[in-house]
């Protein structure tokens, strides 16, 4: 992530940041319909090309299937195995049965509380294992006298990252071992602009509690209060503003939270701001104040702001 990234989210709105998540094409069971699949797995498994379905009679259904056998374990009873053959069944052979499958061996996976690492733990396992909620591998690194503020290339730490995640296991132990709770990655942010782009509140609570300032500004001169609006999280919004975070606060381009609501068109946030007292006049360098970003479509933000902006003495006498 970097500057244009952070401005995009703030003229589009969030995406997704999780730093492992990747997106796939698999087809699902028995459908031969294309999905969306996260990891490389589908519903059923991993998603190599399919085969004709065939029954022992030797007819085609036109559908396409995995193979798959039986076979004991805490795996469950279906597991998928890579298909044996890829050519269609004569309709007209009604000796031919569904292809034969070897024999598989598989073992479940012990689960085990200890950590797998064995030997020390690299900064790089460290801040993928703080992604990934591995707690035990963070617990062995710290154990070993590695630094919880271990960050990557970015200045990039655990507490930034599973702040992100909302892993609160891993960001307890990470405050315990004495992690930096304003730690600034490269464009400035620190655990609680992440936490609020992830949307975890828990995360943005702990973070308050341990000493967190919630009105540090990063690259863009954004507050966790504009980063919680343009990702759209009203709860998160809500505990910001009870908590004394700056509702006016100004960022590079002179937009306030409201701005930014107006922009993307945050309709509970909007009225949450406006409720707290959000300057609905307040111009950014542009000259525009949060109503003149109001599309023409967004009929009810418009009237929100312009019922609010109109003065309470102020009343339309009927003709």
């Not at 999780?18 to 059923?44: L, M, Q």
């Amino acid at each position: 992530m970097d500057t244009p990234e952070l401005e995009e989210e703030k003229h589009r709105g969030p995406r997704n940041w999780g730093v492992e998540a990747i997106k796939v094409w698999g087809w699902a069971w028995g459908k031969g319909k294309r999905g969306a699949v996260v990891g490389g797995c589908g519903r059923w498994g991993a998603a190599w090309p399919p085969v004709p379905c065939t029954t022992p009679g030797g007819t085609v259904h036109g559908m396409y299937r995995r193979p798959r056998v039986s076979v004991p374990g805490s795996l469950g009873s279906r597991v998928a195995c890579p298909p044996q053959g890829q050519e269609r069944v004569r309709r007209s052979s009604p000796d031919v049965g569904p292809p034969t499958l070897p024999p598989v061996r598989c073992r479940a996976p012990a689960l085990s509380l200890s950590c797998p690492q064995e030997g020390p733990v690299e900064p790089e396992t460290f801040l993928r294992a703080a992604v990934q909620g591995k707690i035990r591998v963070v617990e062995k690194f710290l154990a070993d006298g590695g630094s919880p503020d271990t960050c990557d290339e970015f200045h990039r730490t655990a507490l930034h990252r599973c702040s992100l995640e909302g892993h609160m296991d891993i960001l307890q132990k990470l405050l315990d071992s004495g992690a930096t709770v304003d730690f600034r990655d490269r464009l400035d942010c620190t655990a609680v602009h992440w936490a609020c782009r992830g949307g975890h509140l828990a995360a943005v609570k702990l973070l308050q509690d341990r000493g967190a300032d919630l009105n540090l500004k990063d690259k863009l001169l954004s507050t966790p209060l504009h980063v919680a609006t343009r990702t759209g999280h009203p709860d998160i919004v809500e505990h910001l503003i009870h908590c004394g975070a700056h509702i006016n606060s100004l960022d590079r381009e002179g937009d306030t939270a409201l701005h930014d609501a107006t922009r993307l068109s945050r309709y509970k946030i909007i009225k949450m701001l406006i409720l707290h007292g959000a300057d609905m006049m307040a111009k950014n360098l542009d000259g525009k104040t949060p109503t003149d970003l109001v599309q023409q479509w967004q009929v009810d933000t418009r009237q929100a702001l312009e019922t609010k902006a109109q003065p309470q003495g102020e009343t339309e006498v009927p003709a």
